[in-house]
């Protein structure tokens, strides 16, 4: 499991030992633990870095524990505290429950009893975090246009978008071109607190060089030839919201340098101005290159890796989650077909479970998009496809699937088809909207497809019948 997956643990107290003790417990766990030795400082390490649940000592110099709660439940309201006292304090951990703590401990404590604590906060952590994934799977602001399917690797994906909506905390998604990544940092944004704030897409890897540092930053009027107005740069528009900077891989070593300034000091000068100006936002960055490799190797400075990389999401390449290849194209029929009943032949519909999709959902999509323009407007078969699909046709080709039945003929890829509706069936306990929504297909085309599958039908009603 990746650290990003984890239950995140934060130990605040102002003795070494204790905290020493406490991450030994949470690592033995499973926990990324990280600790701070004092209220104030846990408060600083927040603004980069959220934790699911704290242990904070009550008694600390400075700010007690009785004060950092509040101030934590503003700041993360999601996050789970528990409280350590002494056996004279209890009156007072218990205020500090009516007040939202989740449960305190009282010193000395046994080890086994600090990891059932931990263990029973993260499980209403993670309980949380399940519940809200599912409501707002179908309950969103915005249309999550392509974020579709129902395999593991997709679900983790959308689960730590509900994790990460409501930080400030900046995020590195990773991935092949073509996975999604922008519509990852919408989701993020969109669906969190800052959803009525400013949301700035800027492809670093479309931007002439020259013009860069003018373009993020700003520029004054008289800074170079053509400026003849002051005009903010995209920093500054998304004051107080989200800036997506994808392909960040691409900027110059400069600019690079310059970025970092910005993310340290939280203030641009724009080009040609002696003046800095305070900019208030999260960024989210996107890459489809190795930064890690790029940074070890001196191509991607490594200061600003580390700031950017707080948490990494990364998208999965479509060959990697084929049965999300169904849901996706009945999908993409819909977007494009709206008004049209369109099927997909089996022989079509198992050629593009066998096709690895270099380019991804992107690919996909324009995929649907052609076979919808030049077919026949009622299937959609094998010569309605593009030539790279069709030519695998012309010899066998050794399919794969990942923890799946292989799509070997027709029974299976029905069978594959009736596992995924099925098993997202279950998981809304019904709820035939939801179901659409997280399968990405028509109203008309679950009916058909439950009844075909003989699913979520009434017993009594079928016999009857």
């Known amino acids: 499991m990746t650290d990003d997956a984890r239950v995140r643990f934060m130990i605040v107290d102002d003795h070494q030992s204790i905290r020493k003790l406490c991450m030994t417990v949470g690592a033995s766990v499973g926990f990324v633990c990280v600790e701070a030795e004092s209220a104030e400082a846990a408060l600083a390490q927040m603004e980069n870095d959220s934790p699911d649940i704290i242990l904070a000592d ?104 509900a994790r990460l909506k409501d930080t400030r905390t900046p995020v590195l998604v ?37 013009l860069i540092e003018s373009e993020l930053f700003g520029y004054e009027k008289g800074a170079f030839t053509g400026a003849i107005r002051s005009k903010d740069g995209l920093f500054q528009t998304a004051h107080g919201g989200t800036i997506f900077l994808d392909e960040i891989g691409e900027l110059s070593q400069e600019l690079q340098a310059k970025l970092l300034r910005v993310l340290q000091e939280k203030e641009v000068r724009p080009v040609g101005s002696n003046q800095k100006i305070k900019v208030d936002v999260r960024v989210i960055a996107a890459t489809n290159r190795d930064l890690e490799a790029a940074q070890k190797e001196g191509k991607f400075r490594k200061d600003l890796y580390f700031r950017l990389n707080v948490v990494t999401l990364h998208l999965p390449p479509l060959r990697e989650r084929r049965s999300d290849v169904p849901p996706l194209v009945h999908y993409f029929l819909d977007r494009f077909a709206p008004d049209k009943t369109i099927t997909i032949s089996p022989a079509a519909m198992k050629c593009m479970l066998q096709y690895d999709w270099p380019g991804n959902v992107r690919e996909l999509e324009n995929c649907i998009e052609r076979a919808v323009a030049l077919g026949s407007h009622e299937t959609i078969d094998i010569p309605d496809l593009p030539p790279a699909l069709r030519q695998q046709q012309e010899g066998p080709v050794a399919v794969e699937f990942p923890q799946e039945r292989p799509a070997g003929s027709n029974t299976d890829l029905e069978e594959l088809e009736r596992d995924t509706i099925q098993r997202v069936f279950e998981q809304v306990q019904g709820d035939k909207a939801r179901a659409r929504k997280m399968l990405g297909i028509s109203r008309a085309t679950l009916y058909r497809k439950l009844k075909r599958y003989n699913i979520g039908l009434d017993k009594s009603a079928s016999a009857a019948s």
């Open 58 to 161: 009550l008694m600390m110099p400075n700010m007690s524990g009785l004060e950092f709660l509040p101030r934590v439940k503003q700041l993360l309201p999601r996050t789970e505290i528990a409280i350590m006292t002494g056996h004279g304090s209890i009156e007072t951990a218990v205020q500090a429950m009516k007040l939202g703590a989740y449960d305190y401990i009282t010193k000395p404590f046994r080890i086994e009893e600090l990891k059932l604590l931990l263990q029973r906060m993260a499980e209403k952590v993670n309980l949380v975090a399940e519940n809200q994934f599912l409501r707002e799977r179908v309950s969103t602001e915005m249309d999550l246009s392509g974020i579709v399917g129902s395999s593991h690797k997709i679900q983790d994906v959308l689960r730590m978008v």
């Open 174 to 210: 990773t991935g092949e071109s073509g996975t999604g990544k922008e519509l990852v940092a919408r989701a993020i944004h969109y669906r969190g607190l800052l959803s009525k704030r400013p949301f700035v897409a800027v492809d670093c890897g479309s931007l002439v060089p020259t």
